[in-house]
């Protein structure tokens, strides 16, 4: 795990949880969610996602994260906290699936909680759990000024999949 110096620990965290319905069974969902080759496909931006502890997707995985937005580049390291079942294939009825991961930069630290459940016999709900904590002057205003920000891009993630998983759509075809 990655300690940040975020000053005092009792610092208030933004947090919301955002969520969407996927028109696919959960196993396939989640076999999409977690295959390394389809995330530039719908996490927009994404310049680079590469292990450099561990496995992809695999708890203990640390991985070097690179975002581009515009000519501002970001940089960080994911961690991954939770991933139950580890085998995501045979996956029995009412099976939940969890996926955790705590994501550092300079000056931010993020845990996303993700829930995966059967909400139809062709369908599946994706829950996200996000918690921010903002050290430094910047990010600190940043949290504070545009925390709606955050949501939207969470929603916009989720949204860009759920057009890849059901209709095969990659956002770097829409730019």
């Known amino acids: 795990m990655h300690a940040l110096s975020l ?25 999409l969610l977690s295959d ?5 496909k719908w996490l927009r931006g994404l310049v680079l ?3 450099l502890r561990g496995e992809h997707g695999q708890v203990g995985t640390e991985s070097r ?17 939770r991933r139950e079942p580890a085998d995501l294939h045979g996956l029995p009825e009412g099976q939940v699936v969890h996926f955790d991961r705590e994501i550092v930069a300079e000056g931010m630290w993020n845990a996303v ?8 016999p062709e369908t599946t709900l994706w829950v996200s759990e996000n918690e921010y904590r903002f050290s430094g002057v910047m990010m600190r205003l940043v949290g504070l000024l545009m ?29």
């Open 7 to 31: 000053g005092n620990p009792e610092q208030p965290a933004m947090k919301y949880t955002v969520s969407i319905e996927v028109a696919l069974p959960l196993e396939r969902v989640v076999q």
């Open 36 to 40: 390394p080759a389809h995330m530039p």
């Open 49 to 51: 996602h590469e292990p």
């Open 65 to 81: 994260v690179v975002f581009q937005a515009g000519k501002q580049e970001m940089e960080c390291t994911e961690t991954i906290t």
């Open 113 to 120: 909680r993700d829930r995966l459940t059967q909400s139809g």
């Open 147 to 175: 925390p709606g920000t955050f949501r939207k891009q969470s929603q916009q993630h989720m949204q860009d999949f759920k057009a890849f998983a059901e209709q095969g759509r990659d956002v770097r075809e829409a730019n």
